[in-house]
Structure formats: C-alpha cells, structure tokens
C-alpha cells in the first residue's frame, strides 16, 4: 500500500502544472512589457532583444509546452493557461525569426503567420490560430479579445503580468477597461455627432459581442451610448508593438 502511495505522490509531485511557468512568465512580463507612445499610438511595448536573452525564456518555454491541459481544473484555471499560452508563444515567434517590423511579415503566400507556426504542447501542435479559435474562443467571453495579444500596436495590449485563475475575471475587466479608455485605439466618443470609434478588433470578432450587437456590449461599459449611436473603428496599425 505505501508502495502505491508513494509512486501516486511522486506522479503527482513531478507532473508539470499550469502554475510552474507563471512566476517566470510574470517576470518576464514585468521586466520587458512598458507603457510607451509612438506615431500617435499608446501602448503597451515589448523589449524584445532584452527579453530574447533572458534564461527565463526557455524556462517558460519548456514549462508551458509540458503542461497537459486534460490535467486543469476549473475552467479559469484551463482559459488563464492558454491565454498565457497565446502571448508567449507569440513573443516565442517574433524572438525565434528575429522579427521587429511587423508578425505579418512572417507570413507567406499561402499562409499567415498565425497558422504558419505551431508549438507542441504535451505532444500535440497548436498553431496560434488553433489555440485562439478552437479553444479560448469557445468560452464563450468576449473579453478575451482584449486579453490575447498579436504583438501590433493596435491590438489590445499586452498585459504586464500572467494571467491566473483566481485573478482571471478581475484581469480581463481591467483589459477591457483599459482598452475603452485609450482614445488613441480603443474606444473614442463624439459627442457633437453622437459618433463612436471603437478598436477594430471588435469589428472583426463583432459575432463574439452580444451576437454581433456592440453597442449593446459596450453600453454595459460606456453610459453615453444610445441606439442611435454611430459606430465606427480605429485603423489598424500593425507595426510590432516593440519599445
């Protein structure tokens, strides 16, 4: 019987979890991720040379790709995983290829740069498409929009800290708030012509808002909305969101 519990302890004691990479991850996020403005735009850069040549890196590398998501709880703990997930991997990309102009240049003709690639996690590839749209999309909340990063400076930004299960509704309302109140990408109101510029983010995941309803959705934030309110989007700049 001891026999037994000690190989279950031991299993249990030397199984990867969700949690082993995050306080390398939330390092790295801390040390390299900076509020900074550049060509009219506020966002959050990435110091992607310091952060390529930091040992943390393939620490979270090998952590993270170790994970077996079968083995998460709760559905915070499985969504806060694969978010992290997304924007690691992404800086993963940009550090790997040495890329500082923009992720769309890593793609090719027949493919973009978010199906191009793909990292395996507890031995199965995941492209980042793969990991946004088959699996955090299917929680079913909106606001991962504003959680998953894509490395432009248009996107909502990069978050300066791991996403965690307990703090994961928290995290995402700040993401959310965070964006609606940059008037350089996120959220703009005119008041004079009862106009609303929105990130176009929104525009492109419109069915993940309300079933396609953003006025309804951002009401929920934003009072001075009304049904007659126009909707338009920032243009996109997708110059990588480097310091």
């Known amino acids: 019987m001891m026999k037994y519990l000690l190989l279950a302890f031991l299993m249990v004691a030397f199984t990867p979890s969700s949690q082993?990479?995050?306080m390398d991850l939330d390092g790295l996020l801390k040390a390299y991720v900076k509020p900074v403005?550049?060509?009219g735009l506020q966002y959050n850069g990435v110091?992607?040379?310091a952060w390529h040549k930091d040992t943390r890196h393939k620490k979270v590398l090998e952590s993270i790709t170790a994970v077996n998501p079968n083995t998460l709880g709760s559905d915070k703990e499985k969504l806060a995983f694969w978010i992290n997930a997304y924007n690691f991997f992404t800086v993963d990309l940009l550090i790997k290829e040495n890329e500082r102009d923009s992720i769309k240049d890593l793609g090719g003709a027949l493919?973009?740069?978010w199906k191009k690639y793909k990292w395996t996690v507890n031995g199965k590839e995941y492209s980042l498409d793969n990991?946004?749209?088959d699996i955090i999309r299917k929680f079913g909340d909106a606001r991962i929009h504003f959680a998953v990063n894509c490395a432009a400076k248009s996107c909502p930004d990069l978050r300066a800290e791991a996403y965690t299960a307990t703090k994961l509704n928290s995290q995402l309302e700040d993401q959310v708030r965070k964006t609606l109140t940059n008037k350089t990408k996120g959220y703009v109101f005119i008041p004079d012509s009862n106009k609303v510029k929105l990130s176009k983010v929104m525009d492109w995941y419109k069915e993940d808002f309300n079933n396609g309803n953003l006025k309804t959705w951002t009401q929920g934030y934003k009072s001075e909305i009304n049904d007659q309110t126009k909707i338009e989007f920032f243009a996109y700049d997708w110059s990588l969101n480097k310091q």
């Open 111 to 113: 493919s973009s740069p």
């Open 20 to 22: 082993a990479y995050e």
């Open 47 to 49: 110091d992607y040379d």
């Open 37 to 39: 403005t550049k060509s």
């Open 131 to 133: 990991i946004e749209h």
